[in-house]
């Protein structure tokens, strides 16, 4: 959306992974911007090196090669501390994560004590906030076990929340779901996308994309094949490779 | 028939009486017990600290051998690495009463402290199964909990500590306690190297009495009884853990 470089959040330089010593190219070379308050959706067959873009941005992978930039921090550099800025990149996996031994408010608080140093009492106000927000308040105590699958994954969003993260990141956030519970999770994410939270999204969900996208990333064997509008890519794609990805998918 | 009985009576009651009442015999079956007890419970805290520190070797090793980098610091790794397998192969590859007559005659040949011996035999015996126990608790525990950890920001050893370690010993813990009852029939060899446990107790009783039947039924029913109290335990504990969640 907007392109004002003081605006840019994550910056993407020729970013490459490869795996087996060179053998697997799963990234070749992308390059990126993610500007601040932007929704990124991120789509691509399977294979395509969308999670493992995604996972490149906070270093969960580490690049082979180029360089990620985090609000002006080359944090591909060996010498940053990269848990200082991933506090303030949440992830959302495909497999919630939630921590099995704790229970809703000790997944969402422990983090913010240990790392952010506040207080049980600050932590566990702003838990109780997020919850209200996401319905499900009255399940503070509940082990994730106890929780259905929608349910897990609302609770793994807030718990990314409760860091303040200044990015979201959501690596097929519903792919897990039973079909009835997909909506509730996108409700929850088209809220934060409302409220101006920049988030870069790996999803399958064609229906989310055209409408909450700002910009829609097309990769495929690597690379970042086109990338636009959700009106650009999914009503004027201009690659062919596009254009047989969407045939199959929409 | 009355007095086939009571005569059967008789001779068991004369029977206890010489093996564990005549010149206080009972009381080196209680020294038995003890020593059983002594060197099962500081065997068991020594593996578990061996097994401890070997298993975390083992599986960062595993975990993280092809993303470390190329260096002095993998070097060493590679080595220490190297030296946990060996002690792994060695220690459950060869029999324990073997370990324990080495530790005795080869080792420590100079030392009379047979108790402390045993215990050091017993421990680094134990030690090495523990370690397998604790290695098969990291490893069922799944990547994307480590990346979840690593996610929000915490660093590796605040991974291990808050998100890794409550898991695992949690998935352990039956194991490990079960690992605990096989030590302490186990230590029932510690005979080999002089030390008064409840097995070499009674055989000593029965070296003097002549009779075999009340100190070496008599042992085995101690070690039955405690064997089931700690068994009883172990049960308790897991019913806990399966109520409190998963
Ligand atoms: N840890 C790994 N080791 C080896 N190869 C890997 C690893 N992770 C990913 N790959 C390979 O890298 C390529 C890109 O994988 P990636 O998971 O990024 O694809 P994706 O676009 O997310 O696919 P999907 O839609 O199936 O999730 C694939 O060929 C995959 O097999
Ligand atoms: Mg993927």
């Known amino acids: ?250 | 028939m009355f007095n086939a009985i009571a005569e059967w009576f008789s001779g068991v009651k004369a029977e206890f009486v010489l093996n564990f009442i005549t010149k206080n015999r009972w009381k080196m079956m209680l020294t038995g017990v003890e020593n059983t007890l002594l060197i099962t419970f500081v065997a068991g805290m020594m593996g578990i600290a061996i097994g401890v520190v070997v298993a975390i070797i083992r599986s960062t090793w595993d975990k993280n051998q092809e993303v470390m980098r190329p260096g002095v610091g993998k070097f060493l790794y590679r080595i220490v690495n190297g030296i946990a397998k060996v002690y792994l192969t060695v220690i459950r590859g060869t029999p324990l009463v073997l370990q324990l007559l080495i530790m005795y005659f080869i080792i420590f040949a100079s030392s009379r402290n047979d108790m402390m011996i045993a215990i050091l035999a017993f421990g680094i015996n134990s030690g090495a199964y523990v370690a397998e126990i604790f290695r098969s608790g990291i490893m069922s525990i799944s990547k994307g909990q480590f990346e979840a950890g690593r996610s929000l920001g915490f660093n590796y050893v605040q991974t291990m500590i808050y998100i890794i370690t409550p898991q695992m010993i949690k998935n352990v813990l039956p194991t490990l306690l079960n690992e605990f009852i096989a030590l302490l029939k186990e230590t029932s060899v510690a005979g080999y190297v002089t030390v008064m446990d409840l097995t070499y107790a009674a055989s000593r009783i029965r070296a003097s009495t002549y009779s075999p039947f009340m100190p070496l039924v008599g042992s085995a029913a101690i070690y039955l009884a405690l064997v089931m109290f700690f068994t009883w335990l172990v049960g308790l504990l897991e019913r806990r853990l399966r109520k409190s969640e998963r």
């Open chain 1, 1 to 250: 959306m907007n392109a004002d470089q003081n605006n840019v959040i994550i910056k993407v330089e020729n970013l490459q992974k490869h795996f087996n010593g060179g053998d697997l190219k799963a990234l070749n070379g992308v390059n990126a911007e993610i500007h601040k308050g932007e929704v990124v959706v991120v789509i691509g067959p399977s294979g395509s090196g969308k999670s493992t873009f995604l996972r490149c941005l906070n270093l969960l992978e580490i690049p082979t090669g180029g360089t990620v930039t985090f609000e002006g921090v080359d944090i591909t550099d060996k010498k940053v501390n990269i848990n200082i800025h991933r506090q303030k990149m949440g992830m959302v996996f495909q497999q919630f994560n939630l921590f099995p031994h704790m229970t809703v408010l000790k997944n969402m608080t422990v983090a913010p004590t240990t790392l952010l140093k506040r207080s049980k009492e600050e932590a566990e106000k702003k838990a109780f906030e997020l919850l209200k927000r996401v319905n499900l308040f009255d399940r503070a105590t509940a082990y994730p076990h106890q929780l259905s699958g929608g349910q897990q994954q609302r609770i793994a969003i807030v718990r990314a929340l409760c860091m303040d993260p200044e990015v979201m990141l959501f690596d097929e956030p519903t792919s897990a779901l039973d079909p009835e519970m997909v909506g509730e999770v996108l409700d929850v994410m088209k809220s934060l996308a409302r409220e101006g939270m920049t988030m870069v999204v790996v999803t399958h969900e064609m229906g989310f994309a055209r409408e909450v996208a700002d910009r829609v990333i097309f990769m495929d064997e690597g690379v970042i094949v086109e990338e636009g509008t959700p009106d650009e890519i999914f009503n004027h794609p201009q690659q062919q490779r596009t254009k047989d990805f969407l045939n199959k998918v929409l």
